[in-house]
């Protein structure tokens, strides 16, 4: 298992469009392992594979309230409801912004054994699916915000 280098803001990599996974072998599993210890190590509750400079459709995500997921090739099949929250990112460093994400969704996936699941979940889990997402499709949070923030020591400054 390895630390990644977290790719930053300004990275073209991070605006591109991420690849569906065909192979589901042991440089897949790697890949997810690693990127749960770059995620811990960076202290943050999701990573997907192109913040690790990885062009696929891979996330993995721990919300610290018993929800460690890896997720291969997750496509959202419901949303609904909306909420406006304070989020942030390993790739936008000082930095969050107002999102709007649906609060409730249902997404396909597979795990790293290549086994379907289906997964419905509502409110911080839902958002941070919805975001690391976002990531396989090259859009960022900031793209999405309705303000942004500069956080310097523990206080906001509206950008």
Do not use: W
């Amino acid at each position: 298992m390895a630390i990644r280098n977290i790719r930053i803001d300004d990275d073209p990599l991070l605006r591109k469009q991420s690849r569906e996974v065909t192979k589901f072998d042991n440089r897949l599993k790697y890949l997810v392992e690693d990127m749960f210890e770059t995620m811990y190590h960076a202290e943050g509750v999701g990573l997907a594979a192109p913040q690790v400079g990885i062009l696929k459709r891979v996330i993995v995500i721990d919300d610290g309230e018993d929800n460690k997921l890896e997720m291969v090739n997750p496509v959202i099949k419901e949303m609904d409801g909306e909420e406006v929250q304070i989020e942030g990112c390993l790739s936008l460093p000082h930095k969050q912004g107002s999102v709007k994400r649906a609060t409730h969704i249902v997404v396909d996936y597979y795990d790293k054994d290549n086994n379907k699941k289906t997964l419905e979940t509502r409110d911080f889990l839902a958002r941070i699916i919805q975001h690391e997402i976002d990531h396989l499709n090259g859009i960022l949070y900031s793209d999405r915000a309705i303000e942004m923030y500069v956080v310097k020591d523990n206080e906001e400054v509206k950008e």
